[in-house]
Each structure stands twice: as C-alpha cells, then as structure tokens.
C-alpha cells in the first residue's frame, strides 16, 4: 500500500505542524473540522482508527550540544496533554494511512468532533468521551458508551484509580437500623 | 438508581384512532442478540421509528489491562476479544508489535498463518450462516449442520495450538510450535471435503423462497453510507465496494496467491447480499488454503524475537483483514517493557454505527436478522 505524503497537508494548513518520531500532523487549534473537509475532498473517505492518548506530565532528558561545543544532558518538563488520534485511509484510491493528532489539555479537555465529516468517529468518539473525558464540540449523540451512565472518571486516563466498590449507593440501612433501635420499626 | 428520561409516548393519529408508540427493550438476554447487547427499539405498529444500540456490559478495559504488562503477556488476552477467530485476532495483534521491534518471519510460519487465518474464516463464516438462519427462524438444523463443519476445523486447531477456541498460537516473529506430523495432511482432508459441504449447504439454503423474500430488500446500505462510516469486511463488499484488506495490503505472504475478491455490483447491499458474500468468500478461502497446503516446505517457525523486549519509541498500526472486517491494533511504545498505549480497531464495534440506519422504517422482526447479517461478536464490541 502507498503512503500519502503529508506535505500537501502542510503546505495547505502553515499551522499544522509534522511529529516525525509519531508520524503524525498535529491539528492546528481549531482547524480539525475544515482540514477534515478539505482531506475528504482530497480523497481520504475512510476514517478507520480513532483513539486517544493519555500523556501525564513528565520529565524528558535531552542530550544537546551547547555554544562551547560540548554535548551535556538537559532536563526538560512536557507538559501534561490528551491527543485524540485519527487514522485515515483511501478506499477509492487504496492508499494510507494519514495520522492526524488533535492536542488538548488535560484538565478542560475539548477536541472538534469529525463525526459530521466521517460517520465512523460517531461510536468511537463517545468511546474517547467515555474513557478518556475529552469533549467533542459538535458531536450529533455524545453520551457513555461502554460504562454505565451514573459512572464517574475516566478510567483509561493514566492517573485513574479505581473506587474501593464500584456500586456502592447510600441505602437507608442506618435510617432503619436507628429507628429499629428507638423502637419504632417494628422488624 | 438509573437516571434514564421517562419515555416519550407521543400519541399519533390514524384514521381517527389514537394510538401510542411503544418501546421495546430488546435484550439484553434477547436470543437474537448473540450474547449480552441491547436494541431500545421505539415501534408504531410494527414498523421501526427509532433504535437505539445499547452495549457495554461485557466491558473489561482490556485496553487498560494491556497497558499493565508485557508485549507477549497480552497475546492471550486477544483470543478473547472476537472468540470465533482467535488466530486471525494473534495475527493482527503480532503484525504490529513486529512492525515496532522489525523481526523477519520466516518462510514455513507466515504459510501456517495464512493457512490458520483461512480456517479461521470458514469458521467464522460457516457458523454466522448457521445463526442468521437461525434467527430466521430455521431452528436448529442448517446451524448444526454449520457446527458440524466446525467441528473439523476445531480439532484441527486443537491438534495444533492445543486448544480449540482459545488457541494462542502466534508469537512476535513467528508462531509458537510446529505443527504435528501429518497434521498438513489431515488439513488437506477436511479441506478438499469441505467444497461437498458447501454444495449442499447452498443448494439447501440459497436458493430457499423463505429465505429469498425475509432478506431480500431489507435492511438496505447504501455504498456512500458504508464508506463514510467506516464499514469493513463482508458487509462493505456486500455493499459494492471491493476493498479487501488482504489485497490492499497485501500483508504476510498474500501476494503469492490468486484469488478474486467478491462484491455486489450494485451501490446498495442487502441482508441477502451479506449473506451471500460469505458464502462465496468460503469458496475463495478453500482456493487460498489448497495453494498454501500445496505451497508449504519445511523450515524454521520462528524468528530471532526475544521474549520480553524494549522497543525504541515509536508508534504503530497493524490492521488485517479479519473475518468480520478490519481488525486493528495501534501500540505506542515508549522505551519500556510494556506499550504506553494499546488499542484495538474492532469491526464488530464501527459496523454497529449503521445498524439504526438500517433498522428504520423496517419492520421489528427485520431488525433481528439486520443484526444477525452485521455479524457482532460481544466479546469484541465490549472489549
């Protein structure tokens, strides 16, 4: 299968920027849905793959040459970051993939929702929603999909513990049991 | 506990007559949903006015689990996720871990993986005719005679793998043990009788009126449809678009064998369509099989992976074309022995999104076999 070339994307989107180690396009902020657009005109009909990606904050140790000339190892802080991850293909043409990376931050985590340009985000961007809380603005049906309505997190961000009972609701079992002891429920 | 709106029972006229809509939960322990899902279906009479999928309770974050160990240790977990077609699950789940830690397959394995992905797909196909005849109403017999033929395949993955589901049978760079002697041979049997079955599986069923006037022109794809939301596999095909992923891509050694990809030369596709595509995959399947069984020679199985590796950071994406459309695995290594991030791409989950679109305006009973023909597996939706 050919690859297609990201170089058009960036000559079309300047902002965008090319993640060579991921082999991704990085969306710009708020251009995911006409660069969406403009890729499905430009033969990308199939969108197979959506996903996201929890990163923490971490540290990076980086080695790089300074003005002397020495190599010494620097430590760097990324910062804490969700991308949502599309990978697109070509039916008509059989080409692919083309990786697109949406980034968000972590605590108001809030992406375009390519469910009007390909329908095959639709289930899998509530998946996203469900497991890794981001928003999609503009999503048709945005709800849980795999965990029950009532639950609460997101259990695939990096950071999710889980609770000690997963369905505990308060019962009025000590109501009772307090009133059975006054005496006034008769058991 | 359940914080669900009250149902909207909106009154409809007709001729004088008021009447409501009713809806209907169907399962999640309905039989014609093939394991534990849910349709809330709204009905005016008969007819289908809105549906909505309702999933989820087989949920286990096998993602998450993943996460949690090595490369290798969640090998047998992918035999769970579609649990008719373990191998083909290995298969996709090893094509893109050995993209990440770039392994060489030898010879003698990559013709024993296209061999067990092939029976995998009879089996897979032989037994989802069985149930879509079943939730038609034909009870029991064309599905044991589907389950017989099953049988076969079964033993021969036992003889194999040592298990008959649950087979595990593929490792990064190869695949985990030879096969027995005279297990080519045996292979070679079940699959040269395997065509007399077929003849007469169709020439019960294809041609049967009961079954022409249920499926035909129900449930209607549209090809436009099928592409935009991302339907694969037999379903896609069905719906006029030949797009198979074994000769897109052309992975493992399918490059080396000739066979022809069937699809409706329509730009909608039918229940009937569905179920007709598999039937002739069957056939094209056998034709792969005899030319690998021919084709095999003796070698290595496998190649020099270690069992517990680093892989240098990096991403991949591996997909195959699994018996029910495109299955997927994307790893994102970060240095360690365990991937940063694991996701499966699962068909059963994507050609659900169409399933309301198909459903609406039909009647009830026409949703049973609409889902039945889309071919789930619950294990694979829920992940």
């Given at each position: 299968?050919n690859?297609i070339?990201?170089e058009p994307v960036?000559?079309?989107?300047?902002d965008?920027?090319?993640?060579?180690a991921?082999?991704?396009v990085?969306?710009?902020l708020g251009?995911?849905?006409?660069?969406?657009?403009?890729?499905?005109?430009?033969?990308l009909?199939?969108c197979s793959?959506?996903?996201?990606?929890?990163?923490?904050?971490?540290?990076?140790?980086e080695?790089i040459t300074?003005?002397?000339g020495e190599?010494?190892?620097?430590t760097r802080?990324?910062?804490a970051?969700?991308?949502v991850v599309y990978h697109?293909?070509?039916?008509?043409?059989?080409?692919?993939p083309l990786v697109?990376k949406?980034?968000?931050?972590?605590?108001?985590a809030?992406?375009?929702s390519?469910t009007?340009?390909?329908r095959s985000c639709?289930?899998?961007e509530?998946?996203v929603?469900?497991l890794f809380g981001?928003?999609?603005?503009?999503h048709?049906d945005q709800r849980r999909i795999?965990?029950?309505d009532e639950?609460?997190?997101?259990?695939?961000?990096?950071?999710y513990t889980?609770?000690f009972?997963?369905?505990?609701?308060?019962?009025?079992?000590?109501?009772i049991?307090?009133k059975?002891q006054k005496?006034?429920?008769i058991? | 506990?359940?914080?669900a709106?009250?149902?909207?029972?909106?009154?409809i006229?007709?001729?004088?007559?008021?009447t409501?809509?009713?809806e209907?939960?169907?399962g999640p322990h309905h039989p014609?949903?093939?394991g534990v899902?849910?349709?809330?279906?709204?009905?005016?009479?008969?007819?289908?006015?809105?549906?909505?999928?309702v999933f989820?309770y087989l949920?286990?974050?096998h993602?998450?689990l993943a996460?949690?160990?090595s490369?290798?240790?969640?090998m047998p977990?992918t035999?769970?996720?579609d649990?008719f077609?373990?191998?083909t699950?290995?298969?996709?789940?090893?094509?893109?871990a050995?993209?990440l830690?770039e392994?060489e397959?030898?010879e003698r394995?990559?013709?024993?993986?296209?061999?067990?992905?092939?029976l995998?797909r009879?089996v897979?196909?032989v037994t989802?005719?069985?149930f879509?005849?079943n939730?038609?109403?034909a009870?029991?017999t064309p599905?044991l005679y589907?389950?017989r033929?099953?049988?076969k395949?079964?033993?021969l993955?036992e003889?194999?793998?040592?298990?008959r589901?649950m087979?595990?049978?593929?490792?990064?760079g190869?695949?985990r043990?030879?096969?027995?002697e005279?297990?080519l041979?045996?292979?070679?049997?079940?699959v040269d009788?395997?065509?007399?079955?077929l003849?007469?599986?169709?020439?019960?069923?294809?041609?049967?009126?009961?079954?022409?006037?249920r499926?035909?022109?129900?449930?209607?794809?549209p090809?436009?449809?099928a592409?935009?939301?991302?339907?694969?596999g037999?379903m896609?095909?069905?719906?006029?678009v030949a797009y198979?992923?074994?000769k897109?891509?052309?992975?493992g050694?399918?490059d080396?064998f000739?066979?022809r990809?069937?699809?409706?030369?329509?730009?909608?596709?039918?229940c009937?369509?569905?179920?007709?595509?598999r039937v002739?995959?069957?056939?094209?399947?056998?034709?792969?099989l005899?030319?690998a069984?021919?084709?095999i020679?003796e070698?290595e199985?496998?190649g020099?992976?270690p069992?517990?590796?680093?892989p240098?950071?990096?991403?991949s994406?591996?997909?195959?074309e699994?018996?029910?459309?495109?299955?997927?695995?994307y790893?994102?290594a970060?240095g360690?022995?365990?991937?940063y991030?694991?996701r499966v791409r699962?068909?059963?989950?994507?050609?659900?999104?169409?399933l309301r679109?198909?459903?609406l305006?039909g009647k009830?009973a026409?949703?049973v076999i609409i889902?039945?023909?889309?071919?789930?597996?619950?294990?694979e939706?829920?992940r």
């Amino acid at each position: 299968m050919n690859e297609i070339s990201h170089e058009p994307v960036l000559q079309q989107f300047p902002d965008a920027e090319w993640d060579e180690a991921a082999g991704a396009v990085i969306v710009p902020l708020g251009q995911a849905r006409t660069m969406a657009e403009w890729l499905l005109g430009h033969g990308l009909d199939y969108c197979s793959n959506v996903t996201g990606v929890d990163y923490l904050e971490r540290e990076v140790k980086e080695k790089i040459t300074n003005d002397a000339g020495e190599v010494e190892t620097v430590t760097r802080t990324e910062p804490a970051r969700i991308d949502v991850v599309y990978h697109l293909y070509s039916m008509q043409n059989k080409t692919g993939p083309l990786v697109l990376k949406q980034r968000t931050s972590r605590d108001n985590a809030e992406a375009e929702s390519l469910t009007p340009v390909w329908r095959s985000c639709d289930l899998q961007e509530r998946e996203v929603f469900d497991l890794f809380g981001v928003n999609f603005k503009g999503h048709p049906d945005q709800r849980r999909i795999l965990m029950w309505d009532e639950f609460e997190g997101h259990p695939m961000r990096k950071d999710y513990t889980e609770p000690f009972d997963y369905e505990w609701e308060p019962t009025p079992h000590n109501e009772i049991l307090e009133k059975h002891q006054k005496g006034k429920v008769i058991v | 506990m359940s914080t669900a709106a009250a149902p909207n029972y909106e009154l409809i006229q007709q001729d004088g007559l008021e009447t409501n809509l009713l809806e209907v939960s169907m399962g999640p322990h309905h039989p014609s949903t093939h394991g534990v899902f849910r349709m809330d279906v709204k009905l005016d009479g008969e007819t289908v006015v809105d549906l909505r999928p309702v999933f989820g309770y087989l949920h286990r974050n096998h993602e998450k689990l993943a996460e949690n160990m090595s490369y290798l240790s969640s090998m047998p977990f992918t035999d769970r996720l579609d649990y008719f077609n373990s191998m083909t699950n290995n298969w996709a789940y090893a094509l893109a871990a050995e993209k990440l830690i770039e392994v060489e397959v030898p010879e003698r394995a990559e013709y024993l993986r296209v061999i067990m992905a092939e029976l995998t797909r009879l089996v897979n196909h032989v037994t989802l005719i069985g149930f879509f005849i079943n939730d038609l109403g034909a009870l029991g017999t064309p599905l044991l005679y589907a389950f017989r033929e099953r049988e076969k395949i079964l033993d021969l993955f036992e003889q194999a793998s040592g298990a008959r589901m649950m087979c595990n049978y593929f490792r990064f760079g190869g695949l985990r043990n030879d096969v027995p002697e005279g297990w080519l041979k045996r292979a070679g049997e079940v699959v040269d009788r395997f065509p007399y079955f077929l003849d007469e599986y169709e020439q019960l069923l294809c041609e049967n009126e009961i079954i022409l006037s249920r499926t035909q022109g129900v449930g209607n794809l549209p090809r436009e449809l099928a592409i935009s939301a991302g339907v694969t596999g037999p379903m896609l095909r069905a719906s006029g678009v030949a797009y198979d992923l074994r000769k897109v891509d052309q992975y493992g050694i399918y490059d080396r064998f000739k066979f022809r990809v069937p699809y409706t030369e329509g730009d909608t596709g039918d229940c009937y369509d569905r179920f007709m595509i598999r039937v002739l995959e069957m056939r094209e399947s056998i034709g792969i099989l005899k030319q690998a069984l021919a084709g095999i020679s003796e070698g290595e199985i496998m190649g020099n992976a270690p069992r517990v590796f680093k892989p240098k950071p990096a991403e991949s994406y591996g997909r195959i074309e699994g018996p029910k459309g495109e299955l997927g695995f994307y790893l994102i290594a970060d240095g360690t022995p365990k991937p940063y991030r694991y996701r499966v791409r699962p068909p059963s989950l994507i050609n659900l999104t169409v399933l309301r679109d198909m459903c609406l305006g039909g009647k009830i009973a026409d949703a049973v076999i609409i889902l039945g023909s889309i071919d789930i597996v619950l294990g694979e939706v829920d992940r």
